[in-house]
């Protein structure tokens, strides 16, 4: 895997772990994004052994845009919750029988993907990318 320097964005943006019916949970999450790999939104915990989901920059930005995105393992969507008052965006992550939800609040995550486009505009994700590095991962991975 290539390995990033610390985000680009200073301060990583929290997301919040869905209640479970029967308990909840303390697990904080994050988004972090990095220009290297700019097609890229990591949603991480921080500490010494972290753990972190990584997928595409454009599934929230179509989830902010009310329409749902992603197949397989990563889902993203907006919807509104029986508890809540205003729309928030839900990260599900895993299959049906170990599924796990990220509410995350759409204006943190608008402001989020603001940065992320400030760093690196739509549609140009392409001269970001390091193809030597990412190559060179790839081929040193087969040998």
Known sequence: MLRLPLPAIPDPWPAELKPRP???TEDAMHLLYHPAA???VRLAELGPDPQEL????DLLA???RGQAAGEGAVRVRLE???AARNAVLLLTVGDPAERLEFAL???T???FMRQTYDLVPAGEEH???DVDAVLGEILGGAA
């Open 80 to 82: 509104f919750l029986s």
């Open 109 to 111: 995550v608008a402001a």
């Open 62 to 64: 179509s989830a902010l």
């Open 127 to 129: 001269r970001h990318v």
């Open 54 to 57: 990584v997928f595409a920059r």
């Open 38 to 40: 700019p097609y890229e």
């Open 105 to 107: 609040k759409p204006a």
């Open 22 to 24: 029967g308990g909840g």
